[in-house]
């Protein structure tokens, strides 16, 4: 039986034997996710991002476990950019596994740079299709930190929650336009610690400069002002409230058409990224022995830039 | 004249200018660079990256200066892979002028993502190049986080170091082994906070682990063990050892061939990066109007996958 078969007949190994398979970027990967591909656009695809030290694993936890209360299937893919190990045998998520394990409606997925065969932002965008076709309707997309990295992998989702915390937000690095822009739901965890009424506070004057309107539910309709919540994670506090605003974020997309046109930016993105990963692969196979080589060379000299060797490379004409 | 003579011949503002060209992507930018560039390879490129909050900015700074006292003109590259701002004109720059201006040996320079075309790491690599070709003897290259865009600008670097803080570090996620591949040089900074002991043995220990060797300075000749050190950058406690250390690490890479490969490694990435763009842009231009469209709503009608679309562009053959 095909790989991509046995997954929709719900065989969970053989969900994780592909999910490897597409992070190895084989091609039995690659047929498995084709298998999937048409049963997939279902799912809600939920991005939780922030710095360390916010809580955001507690938090995923918590809101995986709400949302399988209110009926959902709910996947977990885990991202962390600076870990070298994937697959799900980290300590967190051994954790985290103790809560959720033995619900066939949860599936945890951990994912870092190293299992990820060209690029994990690649690899992320087609574990999180795979989960989708697979059938799962929810699926939560753990990012560490927020850099450019981790706003790539936001973007394989629909609805993405901005975690801070207390006395991280303080210095002036803290509060950045650049959040803002991703973050659909922003999130002060840990609001149980000395500080946060500040951190709420800070964060609400952001968003009203940013918005020019107070994050209230009374907006205009067609207009999304991303609402502040607060949540104590670790005693499950304000979990239904998050899970509850990002049930309105999802009716927000598709009332208003702007999920529709989130998913078309989105497979825009993946079909240039692919196409950029086949060029380069077949450009090696037709350059002539040693002509990468001599254009290196060149560059190692400081005779060209690595931007006019390249020119030079793919230049039909000679010099 | 040409802005490459302009910066050669000293001129700070023919230089400002030649690095917003480069972040624009414009082929002034470009020439600019192929004109600096034969000049380079001499600068001493050191990375500084870590989690927001342990405060690298001042660190970065105290360093800055420690190294002018010394005689090294210095440039600094401030990246920050979230902010919208680009061009010196941030809160944190300004404040951070103060101290360091009016030197003439001294350059600072910062970045972020939206005046980055075609990539922050691109951008960051050329504008590391230009400065390196302006003659300044040292660039201090400052990123937030650690995921992976960090790591890619980290590599723009010769010399990693990795900055902590006491309090970030107790969590699973805090410690991990994909930090320590990247780190030349490991600091605890902050380390007048409750905590900075507990933070510094768990280092210790994951160091410990990580090279089976305890991080002394009697280690084998060709091996390089990061050395561990801890500063209080606000009051420019330890800064003195961390230039120590930064150097000691220079002779090392100098000394082992290491330095050599670390170019070379560099220089090829650079070499392919540039050559994805170029392929791409090529390919957008030969394409056939509505090509790419037809492409991408296959996608989107989930009759194939991205990389299925990609590769079906690409075939010359009719399907």
Do not use: C
């Not at 091609?27 to 799912?43: C, F, I, V």
């Not at 929810?138 to 901005?162: F, K, M, N, P």
């Not at 937000?169 to 973050?183: R, T, V």
Request: charged share 25%.
């Amino acid at each position: 039986m095909e790989l991509a078969d046995a997954v929709l007949a719900g065989d969970r190994l053989a969900l994780a034997r592909l999910l490897t398979r597409i992070e190895n970027g084989d091609s039995e990967g690659q047929r498995g996710l084709a298998g999937l591909y048409p049963q997939g656009g279902r799912a809600h695809r939920i991005g939780i991002t922030g710095p360390p030290g916010t809580g955001k694993s507690t938090l995923v936890n918590e809101l995986a476990k709400v949302l399988r209360a209110g009926g959902e299937s709910v996947a977990v893919v885990a991202v962390d950019p600076t870990s070298p190990f994937s697959g799900g045998a980290i300590l967190g998520d051994r954790i985290r596994m103790r809560d959720l394990s033995g619900d066939p409606g949860v599936f945890i997925r951990s994912m870092a740079s190293r299992g990820a065969l060209g690029g994990l932002s690649r690899a992320t965008g087609e574990v999180v299709e795979a989960l989708d076709g697979a059938g799962f309707q929810t699926i939560l997309i753990e990012t560490v930190g927020a850099g450019q990295a981790e706003v790539d992998i936001a973007r394989a989702a629909q609805t993405t929650v901005v975690v801070e915390a207390p006395g991280l937000g303080d210095d002036i690095q803290a509060i950045k336009a650049g959040i803002l822009e991703i973050a659909d739901v922003l999130v002060v965890n840990k609001a149980d610690l000395p500080g946060a009424e500040a951190s709420l506070s800070a964060l609400r004057t952001t968003l009203e400069f940013a918005y020019s309107a107070p994050p209230a539910s009374d907006s205009a309709p067609g207009i999304w002002t991303p609402p502040l919540l607060s949540t104590v994670a670790l005693r499950g506090e304000g979990v239904p409230e998050l899970a509850a605003a990002i049930h309105r974020h999802r009716s927000y997309l598709q009332e208003s058409g702007e999920g529709q046109r989130r998913d078309q930016r989105r497979s825009q993105g993946e079909l240039e990224a692919a196409l950029r990963d086949l060029l380069i692969a077949q450009l090696k196979q037709q350059l002539p022995d040693g002509h990468f080589e001599s254009a290196l060379d060149e560059v190692l000299a400081r005779r060209q830039t690595p931007r006019q060797a390249a020119e030079r490379l793919l230049d039909p004409s000679p010099a």
